[in-house]
């Protein structure tokens, strides 16, 4: 269960984790299971735990006024949930957070991380290279989100994300990539052709 | 001139700066400054420095191939300007940085910067937390982008950056959002009511 997570870390890292530091890292991150459809956190709530995804999907949403739903993060495997500005500010989360498929997660609050990064090398290499490809996939997708066409964006989120389009509905890569079902299904009928 | 970057650090930190500390990052971060529409970083070149602006205004951008303007990010004092992508990856930038108003930098390669971050704990500390904010800025503008309406958006950035809307011209505020600058136009007047 925790063989993924270890390997991840050490994908991640020049300083290999020891016994002990395994150790520790099994010893503090928790087992959760969700059913599809079951919340990981709900909009209001303080978001205490983050999660790396070991086998599953799951989606985090805002609702609008209107009571329109939109995505703005898409998850699998070997990715890791949570609503960052309400765990570090402390703030009601703006977001849900909801399993796609049924989903297995190993779960860790920001306290006990925070710990791990003072105490691992490894875990500390691997939240700062974590931090900067998500500032830097962010930066990308506002840089498309604002330059480019739907058809663009579309054609660069199916070659970068694959699996995505494969595991989650039209509606949702719609919601994620800011269009609407019609545009979207009028350009994957184009791109087919 | 160091004096506003080390008050910053020392405001991002609980462990303030020692005299040796405060003379190592002033004998690493170097003086620079840009003319009103020179460049800190161009198009194609691999961002080599991060910059901490002690004085001015710039913009970053990129240019579609319609050679239309998409504004990225707007920055002024005590902000921080790089294409992090860039100066990671070493890949050819996406973008141009631009000053808006004739500017103070004061400089910084990414392998300088971590050394300090390996040296220095406030400087460690610091460049987490502002990981974390632009990560959650990042977020904020992703979310707003695909869910809030043209006017959200302008109420909201005004709200939370006043000084930008009096520093830069609607033109490129307008681009920053995403919207027209008759939108924008339209938008202000009806403010103003």
Redesign the interface.
Known sequence: MHKNLLDYINRHTTSPLTKEEEALIVATFQHKKLRKKQYFLQEGNVCKYGGFIVKGAMRQY?V?DKG?E???QLFIENWWASD??SA??LTPS?YNIEAWEDTELLIITRAEMLDLVEKIPAIAQMT?IM??R???A??????S????TAEQRYAEFAANHPQFIQRFPQHHIA?FL?ITKETLSRIRKQSMK
């Not at 962010?138 to 840089?143: H, V």
């Open positions: 805002s609008d329109v939109h995505i703005v960052r500005e570090i500010m703006k700062r931090d900067e998500s500032f830097i962010s930066q990308r997708r506002i840089n989100t604002i330059s480019n919601s800011g």
